[in-house]
């Protein structure tokens, strides 16, 4: 347990319904990021924050995915109309600033199936 | 975008040191090098980072060569439970930086 959670662990959907995940990192950690890990590839980045700040957004992140960190604490991830190559992992970590660079605490990833 | 070119897959058997090779020719001044590790179903979990010459921390040593052109993770004498997906990043900014696919070790016993 690396002290950073994802709720839920596992989402079954249909196509076309919105989906949102949260994520609630390591307490004094200021920087969180959100991946999309399809099955035998690595994380793909997608977005990253700041405090509450999003810092990037990766070409990845189509206008259907939104990202929130609100008062710079946990995270949401919200899918709108979702579709079937939505399906994947999504995983969220976090770190401290100023820190190790690129030590990230990883989730244990929301699964998510798109039917 | 400094990009990682890693063996797909290595095999070895307990107890043996099993080194991992990642080229990553474009490397930049300010990029540092960081080796993860995933299980399945699993986060990956960092393992150790290096900027130049030797690292070692309880888990693994990274060698990085004065050019800093590759890096190769050492695992000292390793166990069933080192079986997962080893990852080689560069990289000094978090959007900068790519997994890849990984060296899918496999540790025999």
């Known amino acids: 347990d690396t002290g950073v959670s994802q709720d839920p662990r596992h989402k079954i959907t249909k196509r076309g319904q919105n989906v949102t995940f949260r994520c609630d990192p390591i307490?004094?950690?200021?920087?969180l990021y959100w991946y999309r890990q399809t099955l035998g590839q690595g994380p793909e980045f997608l977005t990253y924050?700041?405090?509450?700040?999003?810092?990037?957004k990766s070409r990845l992140l189509s206008d259907r995915f939104s990202a929130e960190r609100p008062k710079g604490s946990f995270s949401t991830l919200e899918i709108q109309r979702t579709e079937q190559g939505d399906s994947a992992m999504y995983l969220c970590?976090?770190?401290?600033?100023?820190?190790?660079?690129?030590?990230?605490?990883f989730g244990p990833g929301t699964r998510l199936t798109v039917l | 975008l400094a990009k990682t070119t890693q063996p797909i897959s290595m095999d070895s058997y307990e107890g043996q040191e099993v080194n991992i090779t990642c080229s990553h020719n474009n490397i930049a001044t300010n990029d540092y090098i960081t080796w993860y590790q995933q299980f399945p179903s699993q986060g990956p979990r960092f393992i150790i980072q290096?900027?130049?010459t030797k690292v070692t921390n309880e888990v693994a040593s990274l060698f990085i060569p004065a050019d800093r052109k590759s890096s190769t993770l050492s695992l000292p004498r390793v166990s069933l439970s080192d079986t997962a997906v080893y990852y080689c990043l560069v990289g000094d900014i978090p959007d900068k930086i790519i997994f890849g696919k990984g060296t899918r070790l496999h540790i025999l016993p």
């Open positions: 307490s004094e950690h200021n920087r």
């Open positions: 290096g900027y130049k």
């Open positions: 970590a976090s770190s401290l600033l100023g820190q190790i660079y690129n030590e990230q605490f």
């Open positions: 924050f700041q405090n509450e700040a999003q810092l990037e």
